[in-house]
């Protein structure tokens, strides 16, 4: 694990500059020519740009792009060759089918999750002689009444979002109806509790299943999470580690962007290597998901350099990413979107908006192929995306090896295509 670490760090390091750009600034800091190769960027001036995105939908080779092919290939090596992935499979042999009934009450990827994960919770419980498990960030409670109704597992689902909380109680009481009915169940289940709380890493978990199962005598529970945003990934793996009474945990995380702690391991910590948001911001994103969809134009992020040039242009104003808001991009005009973005801003008319003005903008970047750049620059960067996020989930089992859990692993759960963040953290104690 420590090679694979530092052959991903070493692989890196050159790029963080990069990886940690903003997109919004792609014209007004050139990031094209300050980032992409100059030798892509001139075989992509000779041949045009169009073929070179079916390079990364299509998986086609063409031999005008040689050191595009090289570049996308190394990275692909990169990451199968430093990958601590395991199947599934070691841990869910005989897997069960989906269930059914259960699809009347999630979504088709949700429900994908939730079996997946509550069949390996179940299975490594039994394992284990695991009676009670803490379902962490539960939201709406899907995964918790799940195990609980079909596996009979006394499960806590705690949730600092009390609208969360309340809302998964109801739909226990119609998921429990529609259970009884389907099971002829006559006992209606009373093994799901919700709890509103922030969770923390000093959170005191077994005092909480104590009261709440009203058994004091509960020593031994598992701690499981999907999608657990942000930091609240990080102090899970702190909680298993620090209470001895935490048997296993089954961790998926997500929104990278929005933790605390990385590194975590020590290993990583002494090789001062750090990403940033932007960068961990990429690691949230799903490269197995945009090539599936093939959509090529990324039309809002488009709008939104543009509109950058626009402000730089005609007020030396350069807006930091964020600050324009996700509604401009349901706007299919140029014009219309920059009025949108304006109207964000108190300080800036949006009597500015000169229409001709801006059509000029658009059409002198649209005749030099600047969309297809940007569009381009977007997709190469976006390839990094899984080794940053293998290098984050190795580096959290790094951490939960340095503390002794040696029963640490990674491990593919989910398609990647119907849940982007797909991979599972396991470490049994
Ligand atoms: C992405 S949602 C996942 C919800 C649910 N596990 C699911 O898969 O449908 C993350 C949930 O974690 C909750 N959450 C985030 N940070 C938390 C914390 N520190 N303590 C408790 N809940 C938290 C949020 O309120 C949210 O409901």
Known sequence: MLLKLNNLIKFLNPYL???????????????????IPKNIQNELTENGFEDAFNIIYKDKNYDKYPNLTVFLNEIKNIRENNSIIVSKDNFLKDEKPV???????MSDKKIHEVNKMADLTYKLSKNKNIEYVVDIGDGKGYLSSYLSLKYKL???????QSINTTGSSKRLQKLQKYWKGLTNDSIISNSYKQFTKYVTSSTNLIEILQNEFNQSNIDRFALVGLHTCGQLACDSLDLFVNDANC???CNVGCCYHLLKTFPMSDYVKNQNFNLDRNARMIASQSIDRTVNQQKINNQSLFYRGLFQVFLQNK???NLPEGQVGRKCSKH????????SALNNYQSINDSIIVENELNDLLNKYQENNDDLKLYLFYLIRMQFSSIIELLILTDR?????????????LI???????SPRHLAIISIK
């Open 247 to 249: 048997k296993f945990l």
């Open 17 to 35: 500059e990069f990886i940690n750009c903003h997109m919004v600034e792609f014209y007004t800091n050139n990031l094209w020519d300050k980032y």
């Open 332 to 339: 299919n005009n140029f014009i219309d979107y920059c009025r």
């Open 154 to 160: 006394n499960v806590l689902g705690i949730d600092s």
């Open 315 to 317: 007020y030396g104003l």
């Open 412 to 418: 593919q759960l989910f398609n990647s295509v119907i």
């Open 397 to 409: 089992c790094m951490y939960l090896i340095e503390n002794g859990f040696n029963q640490t692993y």
């Open 99 to 105: 269930d059914e009934d259960f699809k009347h009450f």
